[in-house]
């Protein structure tokens, strides 16, 4: 019988004999380091998103997915608003080493400053419109131009409003009036 690797002895679970968990921590020398680890980041994605995150990625990924996965956790955790990416970019990625190192520890982490992770400590953001755009460049940069964003409301609205003159005018036309066949007419055109 094989006894469990230390990732699943604190998720309390059965290790098998191919365990996902068990080449993960290979890295981390230390048995204590290998279950806080496993813990920290069993209680930020949760026990079973844990597993599926890793278990995601082909074989020989999953040690690199572990360590992502815990460098993102305690970057997210520094810095909640640009993450491990933010640090990296802004020259504070040893924040993020440190916050992994205590987390072996079990130690908790610190976390930055609203004011500094907000005042320059991420990634460039461009500011993206989210509406729908449409796949022909052109016609999109013409409509914006326009000052048209919904082409298909107006029409809707127009073919609505010019079909119920229509039927005003054919209702009209029964009576006698000529005019019915005149605005079906220009039903039609438009």
């Known amino acids: 019988m094989r006894m469990s690797c230390n990732g699943c002895r ?3 679970k059965g290790c098998s004999d191919d365990c996902s968990i068990r080449p993960c921590l290979a890295w981390i020398k230390s048995p204590e380091a290998q ?3 496993t813990v920290f980041l069993a209680k930020f994605y949760g026990r079973a998103g844990l597993m599926n995150l890793i278990n995601a990625g082909p074989d020989h990924l999953r040690p690199g997915i572990f360590r992502s996965l ?3 956790a305690c970057g997210r955790i520094v810095n909640p608003i640009y993450g491990s990416v933010g640090l990296l970019w802004s020259g504070n990625w040893q924040l993020c080493q440190a916050a992994v190192e205590a987390v072996m520890k079990g130690e908790p982490i610190t976390e930055m400053a609203t004011d500094a992770a907000t005042n320059g400590q991420g990634p460039p953001l461009k500011m993206y ?5 449409s796949k022909d460049e052109s016609s999109a940069v013409a409509a914006a131009a326009a000052g048209l964003t919904d082409l298909k409301r ?3 609205r127009r073919a609505k409003r010019l079909a119920a003159v229509a039927k005003a005018a054919e209702s009209e036309g029964k009576s006698g009036g000529g005019e019915a066949s005149h605005v079906s007419s220009l039903v039609w055109a438009l």
């Open 10 to 12: 604190v998720l309390r």
């Open 35 to 37: 279950a806080n680890a």
């Open 70 to 72: 815990l460098h993102e």
């Open 129 to 133: 419109d989210i509406r729908h755009i």
């Open 154 to 156: 107006p029409k809707a």
